[in-house]
């Protein structure tokens, strides 16, 4: 298995996903917290509250989790890029049981999600103490309470990069792939939120789940009131936070079990 593991890396190391992976996690966390924190969200059309606030932190927090399309549609290519490129029926030739093959590949996508959310919480908050201290700005909620905020976004970017891997291992064809990946989570999941009724399914779908870890209602309140419908009530954190690991077990059987006999020629 260790053998299996140390391939994978060696395929990731080789291509150029992982230092783009690595620079979107700069970019998205630091240059974009740091935008939204110079700009300051007051600022914003529509105006949202300011970083002094509780209101105003949760929501640029909460911005980033709508960055979560990035991770998981790097763990689409890892799968798909297999199949598109023929390079599966050849790594299933060197290791007959699939199972190992792909739980290698977990594991490697896994540790590179951990890496990418890690980078991403790290710049964000360095960016957000920075900006704020320039601009002489006290936050709204202290240190050790948005450090911890951005943990739980770093930790769900794991779980949006293994997302992205089941969907990979469930369809194989990398552009239908990218587009269900990409288009549902940054336009679907919005989308869902403005027709009345089918909001309520929010809290519980995975950008529902990844809001409730930084308690942003801001949008969803926001498109509630816009299209007159029932405000939608975000589950507790730790709610969500189970729930968003049950969405990566989902994701982690269906990359496993499926093309365990799949015809791969």
């Not at 924190?37 to 105006?47: C, I, T």
């Not at 640029?60 to 297999?82: D, K, N, R």
């Not at 599966?88 to 896994?110: D, E, N």
């Not at 943990?151 to 587009?179: F, P």
Request: one cysteine or more.
């Amino acid at each position: 298995m260790k053998h299996l593991i140390k391939a994978e890396f060696r395929r990731l190391f080789a291509t150029r996903m992982w230092g783009g992976l690595l620079l979107g996690a700069v970019l998205i966390g630091g240059g974009l917290m740091g935008a939204m924190a110079l700009v300051g969200p007051e600022n914003f059309d529509p105006p949202m509250p300011g970083l002094d606030t509780e209101t105003g932190i949760r929501s640029v927090l909460g911005m980033l989790g709508y960055t979560a399309f990035v991770p998981a549609a790097v763990g689409t290519l890892a799968v798909t890029s297999e199949y598109r490129h023929r390079t599966a029926a050849v790594t299933f030739l060197f290791a007959p049981r699939r199972w190992q093959v792909l739980a290698a590949k977990l594991a490697t996508y896994g540790a590179a999600g951990l890496a990418y959310g890690l980078i991403l919480a790290g710049t964000a908050a360095t960016a957000l103490f920075a900006v704020a201290f320039l601009r002489g700005i006290p936050l709204g909620l202290p240190a050790d309470t948005v450090i911890a905020l951005l943990a739980r976004i770093g930790l769900a970017m794991v779980v949006y990069l293994l997302l992205g891997v089941g969907v990979g291992a469930l369809l194989r064809n990398q552009i239908a792939a990218l587009c269900i990946v990409v288009g549902y989570l940054y336009v679907g999941e919005p989308l869902l939120m403005m027709i009345p009724g089918v909001n309520q399914l929010y809290p519980v779908l995975p950008g529902g789940a990844m809001a409730s870890l930084t308690d942003f209602t801001y949008l969803a309140d926001a498109i509630s009131q816009e299209v007159g419908s029932t405000a939608v009530q975000l589950l507790p954190p730790a709610a969500g936070a189970l729930l968003l690991t049950a969405y990566a077990l989902a994701a982690a059987l269906i990359a496993v079990v499926l093309p365990m006999r799949r015809d791969i020629t």
